[in-house]
């Protein structure tokens, strides 16, 4: 009877954690920088279309951006996972941006790591005048040390008003068993 009354204690209420440990997570820290490299295409709200950057002339009220493309690098990179953060990626996407070259955007990316490559999504508010925001990547590996993988990342900045200043992310890299 203790024995039937053990073994449905141990099989009851220990099998969430036996489920939640199949899952191991990696961290990684660090910085990563945005390029624009193709513009894509821009409809302009009481404006005209640049080909570049801003993407649209003054006093435009709405910015509706697709296609743009760049280059993703990273420095400082520190954590168990930092060498999935080594590689060259690239975005591609779009935003709708206001008055103020602010608003939401999204996309896909693809980053080469360990011999293999990262697959996503990312989306985020972006501040195109002060050059802040956030960002989230969200994607899964193929390939190389990155098969089977899947990672989610964030970064965060205020605007400082220099393009060229780092978005600071922390990332996580995990497998999940079954």
Do not use: Q
């Not at 409809?43 to 509706?64: A, H, R």
């Not at 098969?147 to 992310?169: I, N, Q, R, W, Y």
């Amino acid at each position: 009877m203790i024995l039937s009354l053990c073994l449905i204690f141990f099989a009851v209420c220990l099998t969430p954690a036996a489920i939640n440990a199949k899952s191991k997570a990696e961290f990684a820290s660090g910085n990563f920088y945005l390029w624009l490299d193709e513009p894509g295409t821009a409809k302009c709200v009481n404006g005209m279309p640049t080909g570049y950057f801003p993407p649209c002339s003054e006093n435009t009220k709405v910015t509706l951006w697709r296609d743009f493309t760049g280059p993703v690098f990273f420095g400082g990179v520190t954590g168990d996972a930092s060498p999935f953060f080594e590689g060259a990626w690239e975005i591609r996407g779009g935003c709708n941006l206001n008055y103020d070259l602010m608003g939401p955007c999204w996309g896909t990316f693809e980053g080469n790591a360990l011999g293999g490559v990262w697959e996503g999504t990312w989306n985020g508010k972006l501040d195109f005048t002060g050059f802040g925001g956030n960002m989230r990547f969200v994607g899964h590996g193929t390939g190389g040390g990155v098969e089977g993988l899947h990672m989610k990342m964030e970064g965060a900045v205020e605007g400082s008003g220099d393009p060229t200043a780092p978005m600071p992310f922390t990332a996580r890299v995990f497998k999940i068993e079954e």
